[in-house]
């Protein structure tokens, strides 16, 4: 009996071991599952909606461009939520929540230093398999900007277009052909790879301050600026959700200009379908003639969609005669006198300090109403709020 007993005093170390052995391999594999899950959760915390494209102009395809976050329907009030950027600090996106743009990789571009070149060249994509437009670079400077007048873009129909006008939007049609490098920039026309729908929103809140800042820059030094627009789409969706703009300049590297934005193809108040371009909001309430594109015109009181290609002219070629803008000739009622810039395409009244700071050859006077001014292409004066 004690030599048994004294054997089993013998054994139990060992069944101790074992024991804690175990508990050790299991402390180890936790601690593996646990590193595992915390690497997965940021990609798929952020779904990517837009490339870092580095020294290529290309823009998102639909198998990389990530899918909303309610897939059961592409309508909402227009809030691209959920993006991401795979820049290096991965930064997401914010929704939509009042400002027209959003700043990027703490607003520094992502050109490599082989890009920045002073030599002007602009490249615009080819279209995609939908059509729709990829990205568009330039090396701006003087020797290619525009000089002569602005002519008509009303051709190009970009995906996603619709010809609507709603109450409460400035000019009151909800889509312009926003250029994805701004006329002042390039000079660029009726050029397909440089067009997409936008609303006025996105081209005059989001846009046109940024295009302004280098356009001015480079008018003032006479130096160049990199500058990159990708429009970013999601999935199959023809209406891009928004627009990243880079711009650096050069010779400075960029103390004169540097930027990285997002900005929201949005309109407040108006629900937009991304999918195809369709949209609702308050109806437009207002009597105009409007043009079905073949000389006719018709009384419109409502957001009908006027589906045509040849709807917009260019800012001087709408002038006739005096300034005074009509379909048939006749004075428009409610007419007044601005001062336009056909340079910078912004109007003034004519007491405005900007018109004297103006050039003889960009200023002209024009006769008629505000809301035909937007929508031949010009924006209103900063100063003297027209």
């Known amino acids: 009996m004690f030599s048994k007993h004294t054997n089993t005093q013998k054994k139990h170390p060992k069944r101790g071991i074992r ?62 939520s959920g993006a991401s950027v795979s820049d290096e600090t991965s930064q997401a996106i914010p929704p939509y929540d009042g400002s027209p ?38 090396c701006v400077g003087q020797e290619l900007m525009p000089t002569g007048e602005r002519g008509e873009i009303g ?23 926003c ?27 989001g846009m046109l301050p940024f295009e302004e800042q280098t356009a001015s820059y480079i008018r003032r030094t006479g130096n160049h600026v990199l500058y990159r627009v990708t429009p970013v789409f999601t999935g199959d969706h023809l209406l891009a959700d928004g627009v990243r703009m880079e711009a650096k300049s050069v010779e400075d590297d960029g103390e004169g200009v540097c930027f990285h934005v997002f900005c929201y193809n949005v309109q407040p108040g108006i ?15 207002g009597t105009e003639n409007i043009s079905d594109g073949f000389g006719n015109t018709s009384p419109d009181t409502t957001a009908k969609d006027f589906d045509t290609t040849s709807q917009e002219q260019s800012p001087d070629a709408a002038l006739q005669g005096n300034g005074t803008v009509s379909d048939n000739g006749a004075d428009i009622a409610g007419a007044r006198t601005y001062i336009l810039n056909k340079n910078t395409h912004k109007f003034h009244v004519p007491s405005c300090e900007s ?16 809301d035909e001014l937007i929508r031949m292409g010009y924006s209103p004066c900063g100063r003297c709020h027209p």
Not at 30 to 39: K, Q, R, Y
Not at 181 to 201: F, H, V
Request: proline share 4%; charged share 20%.
């Open 155 to 177: 051709s190009v129909k970009p995906t996603g277009w619709h010809l609507v006008k709603y109450d409460g939007i400035d000019g009151n049609y909800l889509y312009n052909r």
């Open 355 to 370: 018109v004297t700071d103006m050039k003889e050859k960009n200023k002209k006077e024009f006769i008629g109403t505000r």
């Open 179 to 205: 250029h994805l490098i701004g006329y002042q920039l390039t000079g660029e026309n009726a050029n397909a790879k440089n067009l997409i729908t936008g609303t006025r929103y996105l081209n005059t809140e």
């Open 271 to 285: 629900v937009i379908d991304y999918a195809t371009g369709d949209s609702s909001g308050e109806a437009f309430s």
């Open 19 to 80: 024991l804690l052995a175990a508990v050790f391999a299991a402390a180890l594999l936790s601690i593996a599952l646990l590193s595992i899950a915390f690497l997965r959760t940021p990609s798929d915390k952020f779904p990517e909606t837009m490339e870092n494209t580095g020294g290529s102009a290309k823009s998102l395809s639909p198998d990389d461009a990530s899918q909303a976050s309610d897939s059961a329907s592409s309508k909402r009030i227009p809030q691209p």
């Open 101 to 138: 743009f959003v700043i990027i990789n703490n607003n520094l571009p992502s050109f490599t230093d082989d890009e920045l070149k002073t030599t002007s060249y602009a490249v615009y994509g080819d279209l995609d398999a939908l059509g729709r437009c990829t990205a568009a670079m330039a």
